[in-house]
């Protein structure tokens, strides 16, 4: 067996974790609301360009953490949206573990 067949067997296993599947029922929950998928989309966008300025060294702007804190307290009062967000999360952080494992494994 080579290491395609050994990395396609990985997947079948990550697909079938409880915080894949978690994710993909929630994400499929979210997707019948298009307003929410939007202010999930917004929501990640922002938190997303947060991170790059982290990254880049820049100071975070007050505005900037506030506005993501703001629309994150307001997504996290709809019970579907606070599910998503967790659901996402928990494979998040599933994944970021197989990537360190994979990192460590390899010494990258």
């Keep these: 067996m080579n290491v395609y067949d050994k990395a396609r067997e990985l997947v079948i296993e990550i697909k079938n974790t409880p915080e894949y ?8 929950k979210v997707s019948v609301n298009s ?3 939007a202010a999930l989309n917004d929501y990640q966008e ?8 982290q990254l880049s060294g820049e100071g975070l702007p007050p505005e900037m953490m506030a506005a ?15 599910e998503y967000l967790q659901a996402q999360v928990r494979y998040l952080m599933m994944a970021g573990d197989l990537y360190k494992t994979l990192g460590e494994v390899l010494m990258i």
């Design 21 to 28: 599947q978690g994710y993909m029922a929630a994400k499929e």
């Design 35 to 37: 307003e929410l998928v």
């Design 46 to 53: 922002k938190q997303f360009e947060l991170q790059k300025t």
């Design 68 to 82: 993501v804190q703001e629309l994150y307290q307001i997504l996290a009062k709809d019970p579907l949206a606070a």
